[in-house]
C-alpha cells in the first residue's frame, strides 16, 4: 500500500525531523519526501497505513498535510 500527501514542507532539516517521528509510529513502512516536488510531497509505503494519524502527527508539528487522490 501506498499513500501520498501533499505537505508544506519547505526544508530537508523538518523532513528528517517528521519521517524520524513518522518511523516510530510506522516502524515497517518506507517513508520519505519529495521537497523538489510543487507539492512537497510525503509519500509512505508499507501495511496498514492509517491517513488519520499520518495527517495529524504533521498537524501537531505544525504543518499542513492532506492526502493526493
Known amino acids: 500500500m501506498v499513500e501520498v500527501f501533499k505537505t508544506n514542507v519547505k526544508q530537508t532539516e523538518q523532513a528528517a525531523v517528521l ?4 518511523s516510530q509510529q510506522f516502524p515497517m513502512h518506507y517513508i520519505n519526501f519529495d521537497l ?8 509512505i509505503e508499507g501495511n496498514s497505513i492509517c ?10 508539528q ?3 498535510c492532506e492526502p493526493l487522490a
Not at 51 to 60: A, C, F, G, R
Open 19 to 22: 519521517v524520524t517521528a513518522l
Open 36 to 43: 523538489d516536488d510543487c507539492d512537497k510531497i510525503l509519500r
Open 62 to 64: 505544525g504543518y499542513f
Open 51 to 60: 491517513v488519520s494519524t499520518i495527517i495529524q502527527l504533521l498537524q501537531l
